[in-house]
């Protein structure tokens, strides 16, 4: 975690994701069938917690698609896809650092980001559609066990993705379900502070105060990706029975053919370490 400046990492993720991830949500929400589109609100709402008048608001923000539709060019929708990748290489800058990768190409860069948005956005009407169905009588247990799966295969996804497939897919595993568990965790318990925050920050600073509270949530959310994404490769390189159950028959966690890792810090390092950015990020 002081390797990779958890607290500067954890600012940079939350920050990119909440400047980027609404303004392309609602857009991509805009050109997809009421039913998807209904699906992604209610995931997106259920997820940070939101109620009450920024619960009116969130949907007020999905239901104009009309509007949005026609307010948004080809050029635009281009710009904010591109806008949105700065979050996904904020990702792939942290899982690099976890695992001592050394920098990725610039070739690609937009794609792969690209590419994960669209997973995310599929993962999201996923999850809605599954929290519909659980209101028309689908056991509990049966959504719960489906909704971890489809988080579980979106971080996976992820961390492969964004490593450019030089570490193996079983390793990485273990980072995902770390991931999908903390993020599950933080969402569970979201819905109950979350709706707290947003009043009293709705009260103090009217609309801003519900992005204030919409970026403590991303805050939080930030840390659990970061300690999923540190907890990784400390699995992976475990020399006892963690490390053989992460890594499988094979002794190497990076596929045949991978570039080298970058050798680890050549001090001992401090907590002030976690709140400075290395010109390596």
Not at 68 to 76: D, E, P
């Given at each position: 975690m002081l390797e990779i400046e958890f607290v500067d990492?954890?600012?940079?993720?939350?920050?990119?994701?909440?400047?980027?991830?609404?303004?392309?949500?609602?857009?991509?929400?805009?050109?997809?069938?009421?039913?998807?589109?209904?699906?992604?609100?209610?995931?997106v709402t259920v997820m940070f917690g939101v109620r009450g008048d920024a619960l009116v608001l969130a949907r007020e923000a999905f239901a104009s698609s009309e509007s949005?539709?026609?307010?948004?060019?080809?050029?635009?929708l281009a710009l904010t896809i591109l806008f949105a990748t700065s979050f996904t290489t904020a990702l792939q800058r942290v899982y690099l650092r976890t695992w001592r990768r050394p920098p990725g190409v610039r070739v690609g860069r937009y794609w792969r980001g690209a590419v994960w948005l669209a997973a995310m956005t599929l993962s999201l009407a996923v999850l809605g559609a599954l929290r519909g169905e659980s209101d028309r009588g689908l056991s509990f247990a049966v959504v719960l066990a489906v909704s971890f799966a489809v988080m579980t295969g979106l971080w996976w996804f992820a961390s492969w993705l964004l490593l450019l497939?030089?570490?193996?897919p079983r390793v990485l595993l273990s980072t995902a379900l770390i991931t999908s568990f903390a993020l599950s965790v933080y969402s569970a318990s979201a819905t109950i502070w979350m709706p707290e925050v947003v009043s009293g920050n709705e009260a103090q600073f009217g609309f801003f105060g519900i992005a204030l509270s919409l970026v403590t949530w991303f805050s939080g959310a930030a840390m659990c990706v970061l300690v999923g994404a540190c907890v990784g490769p400390v699995f992976a390189e475990d020399a006892g029975l963690i490390g053989r159950l992460v890594r499988g028959e094979k002794?190497?966690?990076?596929?045949?053919?991978?570039?080298?890792?970058?050798?680890?810090?050549?001090?001992?390092?401090?907590?002030?370490?976690?709140?400075?950015?290395?010109?390596?990020?």
């Open positions: 990492r954890s600012i940079a993720l939350a920050g990119k994701g909440f400047a980027s991830f609404f303004p392309l949500v609602i857009v991509i929400a805009a050109l997809l069938p009421p039913e998807a589109r209904a699906s992604i609100v209610t995931s949005v539709r026609q307010a948004t060019s080809l050029l635009g497939g030089e570490v193996r002794t190497t966690t990076l596929k045949a053919g991978a570039r080298p890792p970058l050798p680890g810090p050549d001090r001992e390092l401090s907590l002030r370490d976690a709140f400075q950015s290395s010109e390596y990020s």
